[in-house]
């Protein structure tokens, strides 16, 4: 049975990451309130803020209130966004969600068609409606002969993967960076596969992951891993994020030297500056 207790506890270690995630862009809208905001952006003229407050009974047993502050976002564009962050609360029920909300903004900020007029918006989604009514009388009326399609796995191999140097930190833990140049997701396993054929690596407590890499339809995927480390991954992405960097995955294991000694949320900077170091290194 969850209590206001648990609740409570969930919003503290939340705001804590938040704050260390995004530093001074993550404030509190004023004193008197349980009101947070902070501004995402890829460039200055596409700011979104988003508010949320964290109520009574989030995350366990009532979702996060929230709202936007852009001005320039209107009509068709603004609907799809909040119709994206409705979907991601929903798929994260009961779960601090904050973190996959501003994933879901800079994944939309990210999106071609931000740039186009709402006239050609409306265009664009007309002309893919036409053009599939088109395919779809084109299979009825002719007959092709099958085309043997690759799967991605055939189609892609592991890329070459870069490791950094092991950084101790107060004889608790080594964590380790590693990072690839990928084209598909399925490269994803791939690299987990061949980091593991080592056995230091494989047996590792932790190998936490994340990357960013543009799918077929043009969509940038921004995905992560905590492999039992709670909200690590989102550590790992947030450099690449904040590099606009994609086509990329950063892998950081984490070995632990001394039980006794708890990092608390040390840990999570030190995951942060093993992905900012061996991106610095290898990927500029």
Same mark, same amino acid.
Request: charged share 30%; with cysteine; hydrophobic share 30%.
């Given at each position: 049975?969850?209590?206001?207790?648990?609740?409570?506890?969930?919003?503290?270690?939340?705001?804590?990451? @938040?704050?260390?995630?995004?530093?001074?862009?993550?404030?509190?809208?004023?004193?008197?309130?349980?009101?947070?905001?902070?501004?995402?952006?890829?460039?200055?003229?596409?700011?979104?803020?988003?508010?949320?407050?964290?109520?009574?009974?989030?995350?366990?047993?009532?979702?996060?209130?929230?709202?936007?502050?852009?001005?320039?976002?209107?009509?068709?564009?603004?609907?799809?966004?909040?119709?994206?962050?409705? /979907?991601?609360?929903?798929?994260?029920?009961? /779960?601090?969600?904050?973190?996959?909300?501003?994933?879901?903004?800079?994944?939309?900020?990210?999106?071609?068609?931000?740039?186009?007029?709402?006239?050609?918006?409306?265009?664009?989604?007309?002309?893919?409606?036409?053009?599939?009514?088109?395919?779809?009388?084109?299979?009825?009326?002719?007959?092709?002969?099958?085309?043997?399609?690759?799967?991605?796995?055939?189609?892609?191999?592991?890329?070459?993967?870069?490791?950094?140097?092991?950084?101790?930190?107060?004889?608790?833990?080594? *964590?380790?960076?590693?990072?690839?140049?990928?084209?598909?997701?399925?490269?994803?396993?791939?690299?987990?596969?061949?980091?593991?054929?080592?056995?230091?690596?494989?047996?590792?407590?932790?190998?936490?992951?994340?990357?960013?890499?543009?799918?077929?339809?043009?969509?940038? @995927?921004?995905?992560?891993?905590?492999?039992?480390?709670?909200?690590?991954?989102?550590?790992?992405?947030?450099?690449?994020?904040?590099?606009?960097?994609?086509?990329?995955?950063?892998?950081?294991?984490?070995?632990?030297?001394?039980?006794?000694?708890?990092?608390?949320?040390?840990?999570?900077?030190?995951?942060?500056?093993?992905?900012?170091?061996?991106?610095?290194? *290898?990927?500029?």
């Amino acid at each position: 049975m969850t209590t206001s207790i648990d609740c409570q506890e969930l919003q503290r270690e939340e705001i804590e990451s @938040l704050e260390t995630i995004f530093g001074s862009a993550w404030s509190k809208y004023d004193e008197n309130s349980e009101t947070y905001r902070v501004a995402l952006e890829r460039n200055p003229d596409q700011r979104i803020e988003l508010q949320v407050t964290f109520i009574d009974g989030y995350p366990l047993r009532a979702p996060i209130k929230y709202s936007l502050f852009a001005p320039w976002l209107k009509g068709d564009k603004r609907q799809k966004l909040m119709e994206e962050l409705h /979907e991601t609360i929903q798929q994260h029920s009961n /779960e601090s969600v904050v973190y996959c909300l501003t994933q879901t903004i800079y994944d939309f900020l990210d999106e071609k068609f931000l740039f186009l007029t709402d006239e050609q918006y409306e265009h664009s989604e007309k002309s893919d409606v036409s053009h599939e009514n088109e395919g779809n009388d084109h299979v009825k009326y002719a007959k092709r002969l099958p085309i043997p399609k690759l799967s991605p796995e055939e189609k892609y191999t592991c890329p070459e993967i870069f490791t950094g140097e092991p950084m101790e930190e107060d004889r608790a833990s080594v *964590f380790q960076a590693h990072c690839a140049r990928i084209d598909h997701e399925c490269q994803v396993q791939m690299v987990l596969d061949e980091l593991k054929k080592h056995k230091k690596i494989a047996t590792a407590k932790h190998n936490v992951y994340a990357y960013r890499v543009t799918a077929e339809n043009g969509k940038l @995927l921004s995905e992560c891993n905590d492999d039992g480390e709670n909200r690590a991954g989102e550590w790992v992405l947030e450099p690449l994020i904040h590099n606009n960097l994609s086509n990329v995955m950063v892998v950081v294991t984490r070995w632990h030297r001394d039980y006794s000694i708890h990092m608390g949320a040390g840990r999570f900077t030190a995951y942060k500056q093993c992905c900012a170091d061996i991106i610095k290194n *290898f990927l500029k």
